[in-house]
C-alpha cells in the first residue's frame, strides 16, 4: 500500500471510530448525573485527571516505541526492536508497581485534596483503586499496541478500541443504572481495559511473528532510546496534560467538586469536538517516523514534510472550523439538547474551550512532524510558553473579578492556549520552512470562515431552540447544522478550494456516478428506467 493510501486509511479509521466515540460519549455524562448527582460526577472526572498524570510516565516510552520501531522495521533489525520493547515493558512494570504503591499509600491525603464528602469516601475510594490499577496494567501492555501502531496498522488499533469503549458504554448503562454509582464505573472501565489490552496482545503476536515480548534486563542501548528521546516527550506530554487539566486543577481546590464538575460539563463538548480533527495529527506521527526512516535524500524528505504538514493542517483546521465555529454560536442549544438545562456557565465555559481547543489542534500536525524527525524538544515552545502565560493570566483574572471564579479562571487558561500556540507555530515553520503567508492562506482561511458565517447565519435565532422541549432543541439544531454545513462547503468551494481541489473533487463524483452505474447494469436494472418520459 503507498504511503499516501495508508495514510488515509489510517485517518479514515481513526475518524470512523471517534465519530462512534463521540456518539456514545454523547449520552453518558445526562444518565450519569442524573443517577449519581454533580459532587460524585465531579470526582468521576477528578480520577482521570490522576490517570492522566499517571498516564505520563509510560507516554514517552510509547513515542519511543513507535519512532524507533519504525526505523528498525525499515532496516529488518527485529531483534533491537524486540530488545528495546522488553526493556520497556520490564522497566514499565517496576514503574507501575512503584506509582500503584506510591498511590495506594498518599490515598488519605488524595482524598482530602479532592475534597471528597465523607458520604462518598468509600465508593470514591474503590472506583480511585479500580480505575487506577487496571491503568497501570494498561500501561505497562501498551507496548502490544504501539508495535502494532509503528507498522501503521492503526485501522486494526481503531477496531479494538470501539469494541472496548462499546463494551464499557453497555456496562456504564447496565451497572449505573441498577444502582451501582461509581463501583459500577470503575467496574466498566476494568473490563473494557481488559478486553483492550488482551485483544493487542493476542493480534499483534499473530500480525507481527517476528514480534517477542517479556521480562529482560534492560541493556544500556534501549535505555538511552528510551530515556533520551522518550524522556524529552514524557517532559512534554507532563506540561501538555497538566495545561490541558490546569482550569480543574487551580478550581478543584479553590472552589471545590461541583466546580470541577461545571468546569468538565463546560468542556465535554469541545474535548468531544475534538477527537475528529486529531485522528491527523494521531495518522501523521507514524507516517513521518516512516517517511524519514525510509528517505535518503534530506532535501527531498523536507520538501515532502512540509507538504504533508500543509495538507494535514488545512484539513484539520477545515474540520475543526466547522465543528467549533457551529459550537461556539450555538453552545446554549447545544447544552440544553444535551443535559435537558443549561447550567449557568456552562455556555460561556464551552464557547471560550471551543476557540481553545481549535488552537492547541493547530499545533498537533507541527508536534508530530517534528517529533517524527527527532526534534520533540520544539514542543517545549509551546508548553513553556503556555506555563509561563498562565502564571500571569490566572493571578490577574482574580485581580481584574475581585474575586476567584470559575469563568475567569477558564478565560485565563483560553488565553494562554491561545498566545502559546502562536508562538509555537511561528518556530515550528522556521524549522519546516514555511512562510506566515502560506500558511495563513492555505491552513489558516479554512478554519476561519465557519465562524464568519456562524455570526451571521446562526447567532440571530440559535436562542429559539433553549426554552422548548429537548426534540425541538434537537430540530433546530440539526435543520441549523444541514445548512451551516452546505453553505460553508460551497463557499469554500468557490473562494478557498484551489484548482487542483476542484479536480480532483470532480474526479472523485465522476467515479462514483461510474461506479453506481456499473452497479446498476451489473445487478441487472433498467438504467432507461431513469430517463425521463418522452
Known amino acids: 500500500m503507498s504511503r499516501h493510501n495508508r495514510l488515509l486509511r489510517n485517518v479514515s479509521a481513526e475518524a470512523g471510530a471517534r465519530l462512534l466515540y463521540l456518539a456514545t460519549r454523547f449520552f453518558i455524562p445526562p444518565f450519569v448525573l442524573s443517577r449519581i448527582g454533580m459532587e460524585a460526577y465531579g470526582f468521576y472526572g477528578a480520577v482521570f485527571v490522576l490517570v492522566a498524570y499517571f498516564g505520563m510516565s509510560a507516554i514517552g516510552f510509547?513515542?519511543?516505541?513507535?519512532?524507533?520501531?519504525?526505523?528498525f522495521s525499515a532496516s529488518g533489525e527485529h531483534e533491537k526492536a524486540n530488545r528495546l520493547l522488553s526493556s520497556g515493558f520490564t522497566l514499565m512494570s517496576a514503574v507501575s508497581i512503584v506509582c500503584f504503591s506510591a498511590f495506594a499509600l498518599s490515598w488519605p491525603w488524595v482524598s482530602i485534596w479532592l475534597n471528597v464528602p465523607n458520604e462518598l469516601a468509600h465508593p470514591a475510594k474503590i472506583l480511585a483503586f479500580e480505575i487506577v490499577g487496571i491503568f497501570f496494567v494498561y500501561l505497562t501492555l501498551s507496548v502490544f499496541r504501539d508495535a502494532l501502531t509503528s507498522q501503521q496498522d492503526i485501522a486494526?488499533?481503531?477496531?479494538?478500541?470501539?469494541?472496548?469503549?462499546?463494551l464499557e458504554t453497555a456496562l456504564i448503562f447496565v451497572l449505573v443504572g441498577n444502582g451501582y454509582g461509581l463501583p459500577g464505573l470503575g467496574a466498566a472501565f476494568v473490563l473494557r481495559t481488559l478486553l483492550d489490552v488482551i485483544a493487542h496482545y493476542l493480534l499483534a503476536t499473530r500480525r507481527l511473528p517476528w514480534l517477542r515480548v517479556g521480562f529482560v534486563k534492560p541493556d544500556g542501548e534501549s535505555i538511552q532510546?528510551?530515556?533520551r528521546f522518550g524522556g524529552i516527550v514524557q517532559l512534554n506530554c507532563l506540561l501538555s496534560i497538566f495545561l490541558n487539566s490546569i482550569e480543574r486543577v487551580i478550581a478543584t481546590p479553590l472552589l471545590g467538586l461541583s466546580a470541577a464538575a461545571l468546569l468538565d460539563i463546560g468542556k465535554r463538548?469541545?474535548?468531544?469536538?475534538?477527537s475528529i480533527p486529531s485522528a491527523f495529527a494521531s495518522s501523521v506521527y507514524p507516517a513521518a517516523a516512516d517517511l524519514e526512516a525510509r528517505s535518503t535524500n534530506r532535501g527531498e524528505a523536507a520538501e515532502q514534510l512540509a507538504l504533508l504538514y500543509l495538507s494535514t493542517t488545512r484539513i484539520m483546521n477545515a474540520i475543526s472550523g466547522l465543528l467549533f465555529g457551529f459550537l461556539s454560536f450555538a453552545a446554549a442549544p447545544c447544552l440544553y439538547f444535551w443535559l435537558g438545562k443549561v447550567p449557568e456557565g456552562a455556555?460561556?465555559?464551552?464557547i471560550l474551550f471551543a476557540i481553545s481547543s481549535q488552537m492547541h489542534l493547530l499545533t498537533g500536525p507541527g508536534t508530530s512532524i517534528l517529533k517524527a524527525i527527532g526534534k520533540p524538544r520544539m514542543e517545549f515552545h509551546y508548553s513553556l510558553s503556555n506555563l509561563a502565560a498562565l502564571m500571569v493570566l490566572v493571578p490577574l483574572s482574580k485581580v481584574v473579578v475581585g474575586s476567584w471564579d470559575v469563568i475567569a479562571i477558564a478565560s485565563a487558561c483560553a488565553a494562554s492556549t491561545v498566545l502559546s500556540a502562536c508562538w509555537f507555530l511561528f518556530r515550528a515553520h522556521k524549522q519546516l520552512g514555511i512562510s506566515t503567508q502560506l500558511f495563513a492562506t492555505k491552513a489558516i482561511a479554512p478554519g476561519f470562515l465557519p465562524y464568519l458565517l456562524g455570526a451571521l447565519c446562526l447567532a440571530p435565532f440559535m436562542h429559539h431552540a433553549v426554552g422548548g422541549s429537548r426534540w425541538q432543541a434537537m430540530a433546530v439544531l440539526t435543520g441549523a447544522g444541514l445548512f451551516f454545513l452546505v453553505l460553508n462547503a460551497l463557499l469554500s468551494l468557490l473562494l478557498l478550494a484551489a484548482d487542483e481541489e476542484r479536480q480532483s473533487l470532480r474526479l472523485k463524483l465522476e467515479a462514483l456516478r461510474f461506479r453506481v452505474s456499473a452497479l446498476r447494469s451489473v445487478s441487472g436494472f433498467p438504467l432507461h428506467a431513469l430517463e425521463p418520459k418522452q
Open 347 to 350: 455556555a460561556a465555559l464551552t
Open 225 to 227: 532510546l528510551l530515556m
Open 269 to 274: 463538548l469541545p474535548s468531544m469536538g475534538t
Open 156 to 166: 486494526a488499533v481503531q477496531k479494538i478500541w470501539i469494541a472496548s469503549f462499546l
Open 62 to 71: 510509547s513515542s519511543a516505541y513507535i519512532k524507533y520501531l519504525a526505523e
